[in-house]
């Protein structure tokens, strides 16, 4: 059934599964993983291939397009398609003429890899993929016609319930199901308060050092950014007022500081709420991983101590659960809920129901709850592990800032070390790293590493990753 | 266990799988369901509840906003809290007391009703729930550590490659998959574009009448539309040339003018990429259903004959698949691709990694080359039952369009009915449509009503739905 050589091609079966050019795909590729095509081998031109088979050339052009882009195949122009050269045989070698779905392999979508101390991912290791991939298959078993119809928009309701009850237990907000917005990611959520409340030529406080993302979304909307300063107590709030007293929004990231990990003290949280409140200012409480914290309780929320409705609260999934998920939150004063479904029914993409689905039971049934709980030790011990290992190594080169949230450690780069080339060289050598000096406006500010330590099993780890990076230094 | 009168609770069980907000949750939902709360009966307040127990007030409130979200209890304010007065009981009654996660029933997300007529949906009773239940439980459950990363923000690889081979076989675009861009709707896809290649006080032709989320959207960003009018070979180019030439883009639905149901003529096709190859404006192409022609063949995409690269191609899965997917895409001009990654790293959200898998596979193994199939048949005899049963009532009250393809008849309303306030009593009456005039720029024009036949079953369920609406003639 293979391809052999150009003009030899058993005809295809018209009665199968799978269509033409899945069907001319699996042959090639098949061919190749049995060794009867070669790296380097010619294979039949479109044309010719169109003729032979009597089919329509578009037909064969979408099986080699998907084995070009696969990186099976190249086209070099005139000198006809050939198998990759350099093409590395695969193992297990795929089903060479698959005759039904059943028999092709499970598709995988791994990226080439995560690297150590890779930012922004929970513990992989540590998720309770078990129990998810039992309620992901209840919940698409489950599925009938009526689940089917667009979702609304501002999030599935047992979804919005579940969210509401969770921050009232966990971050100490009150609110009622109607104030939560459910949104494909932190992105998305500023991007739907830009266009609720914000303008073109408007100012915004952000805060410096912190998360790049934020400045290049409102850079993109014509919304000016002011950077306010932090300190050991978070964001200089008196500095904003200064710099801006009358800009229409603050972000801020009170529970651990991006990426400092400091917390914004109490007097500033009423500081700041009190210049909102008297400028009609918004604050945008960025609270990415606010139940990650190791040393005491975690934090209320600043949103649990906005009388006046000024504060919007920013929750994701991503850190709580995985990235993966694209799945985050926008809880809004309840004044503010007629504006934003108006928004939402404009702008909103809304979350697969699947997604929402598996989520809502996953919390419904007290998995989240666990979750975070085991989270919070595991993480404690990873941070104290990952610390101990790296300073047992790095010495004198590092001075570790220890924070008692959030899920990265800062190396701060004694002498006169680059961060930036640091990390360029460490990813090269397949170590992850992000430099503090990226996340400042103008790049000043202190040389000084940002590593995730969620994924970092133990101290003998962390010790074998800081020889790899003292070897750089 | 449950919850008997104010003042009498068991204690709560502090090693259970589930957290104490739920505990309470179960306990007076379960004490409701058996009967022992009655609609009406007043139940321990918040406060007392708090004391009880020991618990912190959070949790108890908790679990009472979850209730009263849901419908089972009220506050009175100093009346304190009840049983909500007209209350139904359900069917089957929930487990008074689920000690364990599998104790619980699945979560059901179903809307209140899916109407007669709704528009914007594939035919949900053939949609083959089996399969992807199967392709679902097999995708979730092969979920590894390193598929719960942020997936690409452009889509997975795997499922950019499988749409570029379909849309070459299906619509004859020629693409690779880097010029593909997944997205989370149409709307999602829309955004996208203006943030890539519109600015603030641009204008753009839209068709009128013409789908009226578009012109919101943009309406949002600031960009001004330019009615341009259709006629039986679609959007009437000389007009927009005449009305606005220096536009910097044009949004046209070819395939089948959305709603009206025509296709844009050759002459006009090769005249608006002439004029956008002039202008360097751009064509945003709409192919929302174009599988779904019933006479003949389907036409290729105005995109497969764009040699200039001016064409965005906006497709979608939720008419060939469905809407609670929330999975769209976007094709485009390879010169483009840069500037949409960039874009795209700014904004896009990103589609959760479980749905772009579970349609791979479905694309992969056949099924959905196959399911299209079957419902460009399906819906040819449901379109025509339609017509007939509505036909064989309605008489002379309407006259229906006759259309090749679409989802949806147009029913043209003889004599001074206002299709508005038909639509109204219609939805008062449990029956869906939509007023042609809501869809026109300015609520001129005829009077018709959009009302989509893909779940009408057979010719005697039309002729029922048909007797429904003569009443309210």
Redesign the interface.
């Known amino acids: 059934m293979a391809i052999t050589k150009p003009g030899s091609i058993a005809p295809l079966d018209p009665t199968?599964?799978?269509?033409f050019?899945?069907q001319i795909?699996d042959r090639v590729r098949g061919a190749i993983a049995s060794g009867v095509l070669k790296p380097g081998d010619r294979i039949p031109s479109a044309r010719a291939l169109t003729q032979e088979l009597g089919l329509?050339r578009?037909?064969i052009?979408?099986?080699y397009?998907?084995l070009a882009?696969?990186g099976y195949i190249q086209s070099r122009g005139q000198a006809g398609t050939i198998v990759t050269p350099d093409l590395k045989p695969q193992a297990p070698a795929p089903d060479p003429a698959p005759r039904s779905?059943r028999a092709?392999a499970?598709?995988?979508?791994?990226?080439d890899?995560?690297l150590p101390f890779?930012m922004?991912?929970p513990a992989?290791?540590a998720?309770p993929?078990k129990i998810?991939?039992r309620l992901?298959?209840?919940?698409?078993?489950?599925?009938?016609?009526?689940?089917?119809?667009?979702?609304s928009v501002y999030g599935?309701?047992?979804l919005?319930?579940?969210i509401?009850?969770?921050l009232?237990?966990s971050r100490?907000i009150?609110c009622?199901?109607s104030q939560i917005f459910v949104?494909?990611?932190y992105?998305?959520t500023i991007?739907l308060i830009a266009?609720a409340l914000l303008q073109?030529g408007d100012r915004v406080w952000l805060e410096t050092p912190g998360y790049p993302?934020t400045r290049?979304?409102f850079g993109?909307m014509?919304i000016a950014t002011v950077p306010v300063p932090v300190d050991r107590h978070g964001m200089v709030v008196s500095e904003g007022i200064k710099l801006a007293p009358r800009a229409s929004a603050a972000v801020v990231t009170p529970a651990h500081q991006s990426p400092l990990c400091v917390s914004l003290s109490l007097p500033r949280r009423m500081t700041l709420l009190d210049w909102a409140a008297r400028n009609n200012a918004w604050i945008i409480e960025d609270d990415y991983d606010g139940e990650y914290r190791y040393v005491s309780r975690p934090l209320p929320a600043l949103k649990s101590l906005d009388r006046e409705g000024r504060v919007l609260y920013a929750g994701t999934f991503?850190k709580v659960l995985?990235?993966?998920?694209?799945?985050a939150y926008l809880v809004v004063p309840e004044a503010q809920v007629e504006r934003f479904e108006e928004?939402g029914?404009?702008?909103?993409?809304?979350?697969?129901?699947?997604?929402?689905?598996?989520v809502?039971?996953f919390i419904?049934?007290?998995?989240f709850?666990?979750h975070i709980q085991r989270m919070r030790k595991l993480y404690g011990e990873r941070r104290d592990a990952t610390a101990a290992g790296l300073e047992s190594v790095l010495k004198q080169h590092v001075r570790i800032d220890a924070q008692p949230g959030g899920m990265h450690l800062i190396l701060r780069l004694q002498g006169k070390q680059s961060d930036r080339r640091l990390v360029a060289r460490m990813r090269e050598a397949g170590l992850y790293a992000e430099a503090l000096t990226d996340w400042t406006t103008e790049g000043e500010g202190a040389s000084a590493l940002l590593v995730n330590f969620t994924n970092v099993d133990s101290q003998g780890t962390a010790e074998k990753l800081g020889k790899r990076m003292l070897k750089l230094m």
């Open positions: 199968a599964a799978t269509p050019y899945r795909y329509a578009g037909t052009e979408a099986a397009s998907l882009a696969e779905a092709i499970p598709v995988s979508f791994r990226p890899s995560i890779q922004g991912l992989l290791d998720f993929r998810w991939a992901g298959a209840r919940c698409v078993r489950a599925m009938q016609p009526a689940d089917m119809v667009h979702p599935l309701p047992p919005r319930s579940e509401a009850a969770y009232q237990v100490g009150n009622s199901p949104t494909s990611g992105r998305t991007e266009h073109a993302p290049e979304i993109h014509r991503s995985f990235p993966g998920l694209r799945l928004v029914d404009t702008f909103a993409g809304g979350s697969p129901e699947l997604t929402q689905a598996i809502t039971a419904r049934e007290g998995h709850a666990r």
